[in-house]
């Protein structure tokens, strides 16, 4: 194979750079944000190469950063937002003694009647993973079920979600003359 020192170690690096950037951009769903990540998935790889055990599956291990990465950017995201809401909410009360304003979780009527039509399972899994922004471990903790079932009846609950209110999406037919 190769050392972490090596030219050729260098070379898989650099190639491993358009597999992550395509992992990045599904993850961030935004090209600037996925190119920071894969630049900060590289350069953590290069600060912690001591860890890349030789023989082993280089790409695998730069794609494990990246996904380490993502996840905790997203937690550090979701705290920073919650940090903020509160200090408004407080700054709010403070100054006009009125009921703190919390972050929008309302959903369309339509939406909130597709939801309850679902199996209650799925409808549960929707509203922890969706609503409450739980993680998938979260939820598979709290109903006592396996991650691999939070993620099934989630595709299936969105899949159904998305085709019920699928004809609220489409443009309306503009009148003939």
């Known amino acids: 194979m190769f050392a972490p020192e090596s030219s050729s170690f260098a070379l898989e ?7 992550l950037s395509v992992r990045a951009r599904c993850l961030c ?6 190119q920071d990540l894969v630049q900060e998935t590289l350069a953590r790889a290069l600060s912690h190469v001591h860890q890349f055990e ?3 599956n280089l790409r695998a291990w730069l794609q494990q950063i990246l996904f380490h990465l993502f996840v905790s ?9 919650a940090g903020l809401a509160r200090f408004t909410a407080e700054n709010h009360t403070h100054e006009s003694n009125t009921e703190p304003m919390l972050p929008s979780t309302t959903i369309s ?9 679902l199996p209650p ?9 969706d609503i409450e922004e739980l993680s998938y471990r979260e939820v598979a903790e709290q109903m006592q079920i396996p991650i691999g079932t939070v993620m099934s009846r ?4 969105r899949r159904r979600l998305a085709e019920a209110v699928a004809d609220e999406m489409l443009p309306v037919p503009a009148q003939a003359a």
């Not at 690096?13 to 597999?19: A, G, M, R």
């Not at 009527?109 to 039509?117: C, D, G, H, I, Q």
């Open 109 to 117: 009527p339509r939406l909130e009647s597709a939801l309850e039509e």
């Open 13 to 19: 690096l650099l190639n491993s750079i358009p597999s």
């Open 54 to 56: 030789i023989g082993t």
């Open 73 to 81: 950017r997203r937690r550090r995201t979701l705290r920073e937002r």
């Open 154 to 157: 989630l595709f299936r609950g």
């Open 29 to 34: 769903r935004n090209q600037a944000d996925a």
């Open 121 to 129: 399972k799925i409808g549960d899994v929707i509203r922890k993973v």
